[in-house]
């Protein structure tokens, strides 16, 4: 039986985004709002973002190349 962090690396049918990638987008959004619109280190965003999900420097590193994100 897979455990919930399988079913969260599935990307939805609707858009194609997983879970965590949705988060990701949703935090990077809430921080640039924040921050005035300027662009938000990628050490902040992990801090983030380990708030709401589980996520390695290196996943979180994957999942902004597969959104074509650059790090700042």
């Known amino acids: 039986m897979p455990d919930a962090s399988d079913s969260d690396r599935l990307p939805n049918l ?28 990628t050490v902040m965003l992990y801090g983030r ?10 996943e979180l590193q994957q999942c902004l190349a597969r959104l074509g994100t650059l790090p700042v």
């Open 14 to 41: 609707v858009d194609g985004l997983t879970r965590q990638e949705r988060i990701v987008l949703h935090v990077l959004r809430q921080v640039q709002r924040e921050r005035g619109g300027r662009p938000v280190p």
């Open 49 to 58: 973002v380990l708030e709401h999900i589980d996520l390695s420097e290196q």
